[in-house]
T-cell receptor, first 112, second 113 residues
Framework: NAGVTQTPKFQVLKTGQSMTLQCAQD?????MSWYRQDPGMGLRLIHY???????DQGEVPNGYNVSRSTTEDFPLRLLSAAPSQTSVYFC???????????FGPGTRLTVT | SQKIEQNSEALNIQEGKTATLTCNYT??????LQWYRQDPGRGPVFLLL?????KEKRKERLKVTFDTTLKQSLFHITASQPADSATYLC????????????FGSGTRLQVQP
């Protein structure tokens, strides 16, 4: 199993540009989520999904969209990038009846 | 307000000693608390989960305690090794019945050979 994969590993955007961060898992996990990690602030939940077609907002959802059309994929869209979205983004997944989460390697995003 | 606090200062210990990391929380009543390890440039890796009715959980050289009265969890690594050097994150389910995790900012552990 590849586990949780994320692409790209690094990305630089200009203010106002849009892009999609990709996340995929091959463990047939029902639950998937997106976090951002900023220095000194810990991981903060952006959006999550408990299954295909079902998504919900986390702690810091503004400026981000998600969709879940398949069990495997959970892309995160930045609609109009802002410097405040400069961060490291992690995707995670877990079985619906288990609580430990499996994280991807992260995407480091810089918005200039 | 709700807070999860971990010591932001790095913990430096000698190889072979026991490392003890602290996680304190306020205005939460979590049923579960988890610990993760994060190496630089990588995603967190799950280590242990402890339930509110468990006082202690062990896995090899790792031990976690959970005191719901003190609102505190302690994470111990016995016989520490340089390979244990990493940042350790505690996390809890802030809303009962919801899977979403709330994380502390982590404590960096440095084990000197």
């Amino acid at each position: 199993n590849a586990g949780v994969t994320q692409t790209p590993k690094f990305q630089v955007l200009k203010t106002g540009q849009s892009m999609t961060l990709q996340c995929a898992q091959d463990m047939n996990h029902e639950y998937m989520s997106w976090y951002r990690q900023d220095p000194g602030m810990g991981l903060r939940l952006i959006h999550y999904s408990v299954g295909a077609g079902i998504t919900d907002q986390g702690e810091v959802p503004n400026g981000y969209n998600v969709s879940r059309s398949t069990t495997e994929d959970f892309p995160l869209r930045l609609l109009s990038a802002a410097p405040s979205q400069t961060s490291v983004y992690f995707c995670a997944s877990s079985r619906i009846n288990l609580y430990e989460q499996y994280f991807g390697p992260g995407t480091r995003l810089t918005v200039t | 307000s709700q807070k999860i606090e971990q010591n932001s200062e790095a913990l430096n210990i000698q190889e072979g000693k026991t490392a003890t990391l602290t996680c304190n929380y306020t205005n939460y009543s979590p049923a579960y608390l988890q610990w993760y390890r994060q190496d630089p440039g990588r995603g967190p890796v799950f280590l242990l989960l402890i339930r509110e009715n468990e006082k202690e959980k062990r896995k090899e050289r790792l031990k976690v305690t959970f005191d719901t009265t003190l609102k505190q969890s302690l994470f111990h690594i016995t016989a520490s090794q340089p390979a244990d050097s990493a940042t350790y994150l505690c996390a809890l389910h802030a809303t009962p019945g919801r899977r979403a995790l709330t994380f502390g900012s982590g404590t960096r552990l440095q084990v000197q050979p």
